[in-house]
């Protein structure tokens, strides 16, 4: 038997498929619902029971035998690991993404980038906050205002020579003496053994462990100090270089979470259903079957087909208008079709990797609309549902929902009509459920509104509080539009000079338009291969080929009118004076 799951709500619009945003909140919900579902089955008060071929008996379900199923993994997996976590359920999946986004190694790397250079204030924040420190927001706000215009790092050293913050200084000396002590472990050790050291004198490995998801934090960081060992061996070791490994790492590629827990271990597997293909479980949970079909590649202007071509938009530009081709309709519509075909596919995968139990859950807007639809497709005649009906679909549960409903799976719609002959057997076998979205699990105790025994007689006593002196922000304006850099004058020269460029500011033929404002400063006397020795021939005949490029040919060109072309050239900076006079005679 299979069970269908559904999950709705009729307020406002389904989200679109690539609004990860809107569409997240949805996702983290079914997995509540599934999360729920999982509970009941595994040590419920009437547990999932099925009949194991390989024992050849009844047996109970386990967590290895449930598996999570989506249509796609990256950037999704993790919202469904991570509430998992949160509930208690273990619960694996094999990411290619994830691994830099772990609030552990984000951390741990905050750790090392602050051995590096301490004067990074976001990273030395993120450091005094974590564990490892354990300041809460008061404290690092009273640690900001020792020094208030200097770096957080300056305004760290103050407050721990400051008695008058008591356990706080005390937090922040003990800091400054391990920081110093791993600085000189950084110059002096490998970058394996600095890290470890690190993870171990801050406990933060062990803190790691003891929260939700521990065995997967450790995991991570013991990744961190297995890519650390790796880097000792490379050409050039060092923890910045080390660093700046790790960035150009993260820009170009993420990496996966590492492995904490194997596919071999009682926990829930989740997988997409690409990698699922050819596996079977004995049950199935497939979720976000509600999530839109992404039709993103149809808006191009330019679409093709490797049969009908090319198909363009036609452009108006007279009167600045855009409108689909007979072409682009035509591509735009095989291409629709093809990719309705492959999702297709890919439920049909999906629903035979079952064994015993089918689970789809699936979230969507406007419900109340849907099952009108799917209500009026219980009328059309044949038994299968018409290639136009399955055309209109923009989900999976557009194609779930009409077939419930022409075997009498929905019977409790009203409205609902079903055609004589198509309600059977097959309508026992589903148990369906529509209901709103569970919200997400409250962390907290109080509940909203709680003020913890307060009342507004004691409210009313509070006092406001009492705002430090700020400088007047027309004043802090005027500094900033005021302020000049101290060493204007060195802006003009370059920062270096090659042989080659020393030269060419020499060449008596240089070109015009050239910049004379990044000359640089010479020494008064140059040196020998610069020196002036005259004009040779090769010399004189480059310079009379570059007199002739200036020449105007509109003037005269008698010996009068050449002399005052070459005082021209002369006095607009085109050729030297030594050359218009080797020129001249």
Request: hydrophobic residues 40%.
């Amino acid at each position: 038997n299979a069970a269908v799951e559904e999950t709705g709500s009729e307020a406002g619009e389904e989200p679109g498929p690539d609004d990860e945003e809107e569409d997240l909140p949805s996702l983290e919900r079914e997995a509540h619902l599934a999360a729920g579902l999982i509970r009941e089955m595994v040590g419920g008060s009437e547990p999932f029971r099925f009949y194991d071929t390989q024992l050849q008996a009844v047996r109970d379900v386990t967590y290895r035998d449930i598996v999570i199923l989506m249509r796609a993994t990256r950037e999704r997996a993790n919202a469904v690991i991570e509430v998992f976590r949160k509930l208690g359920i273990p619960s694996y999946a094999e990411l290619g993404t994830g691994y830099f986004a772990a609030g552990e190694v984000e951390v741990a790397l905050a750790m090392l980038r602050v051995i590096d250079n301490p004067r990074q204030d976001i990273p030395l924040a993120a450091v005094l906050r974590s564990p490892a420190v354990g300041l809460n927001p008061g404290e690092l706000g009273r640690v900001r205002l020792q020094v208030r215009d200097g770096s957080f790092y300056d305004a760290v050293v103050a407050a721990a020579r400051n008695p008058e913050l008591g356990e706080t200084a005390a937090k922040l000396a003990g800091f400054l003496y391990r920081l110093e002590g791993w600085r000189t472990a950084a110059r002096r050790g490998p970058l394996s053994r600095l890290v470890w050291q690190v993870l171990e004198e801050t406990r933060y490995y062990d803190y790691c462990g003891g929260m939700p998801g521990g065995a997967q934090r450790q995991a991570n960081l013991r990744a961190l100090y297995d890519r650390a060992r790796q880097f000792d061996g490379f050409a050039r070791p060092g923890l910045f270089r080390f660093l700046r490994f790790v960035e150009r790492l993260r820009e170009s590629q993420d990496l996966g979470t590492a492995p904490a827990l194997g596919r071999e271990e009682d926990v829930v597997r989740v997988m997409s259903v690409h990698k699922s293909k050819g596996l079977e479980f004995p049950v199935v949970l497939l979720l976000d079957a509600g999530k839109l079909f992404n039709r993103q590649g149809l808006q191009q202007d330019v679409l093709y087909h490797r049969r009908l071509g090319v198909g363009p938009r036609v452009v108006d530009a007279d009167r600045r208008l855009k409108y689909p081709s007979l072409a682009h309709t035509a591509v735009s519509c095989r291409c629709r079709l093809e990719a309705l075909a492959e999702e297709m596919r890919i439920l049909y995968v999906a629903m035979t990797r079952a064994q015993e139990r089918l689970i789809l859950v699936g979230s969507c807007r406007g419900l109340e609309r849907k099952r009108q639809r799917w209500a009026m497709a219980s009328r059309l005649p044949g038994r299968c549902l018409p290639d136009a009906q399955l055309a209109r679909a923009t989900s999976w549960l557009d194609w779930l929902g009409p077939a419930l409903v022409r075997v009498g799976a929905l019977e409790s719609m009203q409205g609902t009509l079903v055609p004589p002959g198509f309600a059977n057997d097959a309508a026992a076998c589903w148990k369906v459920s529509l209901s709103p979205l569970p919200g997400p699990v409250r962390h907290s105790s109080e509940t909203p509104g709680d003020l913890g025994g307060l009342t507004w007689e004691a409210i009313c006593r509070l006092q406001p509080p009492q705002l430090l002196p700020d400088p007047s922000p027309a004043a802090e304006i005027a500094r900033r539009l005021e302020w000049t850099y101290p060493r204007l004058s060195l802006t003009g020269r370059a920062g270096k000079i090659s042989v080659s460029e020393l030269k060419r500011w020499h060449d008596p033929f240089r070109e015009d338009g050239e910049d004379q404002s990044a000359r640089p400063d010479l020494p008064a006397r140059l040196p020998r291969f610069l020196a002036d020795r005259g004009l040779g021939g090769l010399e004189l005949g480059v310079a009379t080929h570059a007199v002739i490029r200036h020449l105007d040919l509109e003037q005269p060109l008698d010996l009068e009118g050449l002399t005052r072309q070459l005082e021209s050239m002369v006095q607009r900076e085109l050729v030297l004076p030594a050359v218009a006079q080797a020129i001249a005679t």
